[in-house]
């Protein structure tokens, strides 16, 4: 799923936070790619087992106009964050 997308004329600077709502493990991936269909590289990372009412967050994130961040998961009870600021 596209959580964000990087609007035109613009550098975003950005944080990502995926939290597992639920007890059991959830297999989450993150990538910032170029469409909503992410290639081998552009993942920040990939089938990482999310512990249940964990959370991983990656921060430093610089993304280009059109760069799309893409989050998938094997379950629903994830909540997806992303805070930052465009220049």
Do not use: C
């Amino acid at each position: 799923t596209t959580v964000y997308t990087v609007p035109s004329s613009v550098t975003a600077s950005a944080t990502i936070s995926v939290t597992n709502l639920s007890g059991a493990i959830a297999v989450v991936s993150f990538a910032v790619a170029a469409s909503g269909t992410p290639g081998n590289s552009e993942w920040i990372f990939y089938s990482y087992p999310l512990p249940g009412y964990g959370t991983i967050e990656r921060s430093g994130i610089i993304a280009q106009t059109g760069k799309n961040f893409v989050v998938v998961s094997t379950t629903a009870n994830v909540a997806v964050s992303v805070y930052g600021y465009e220049n």
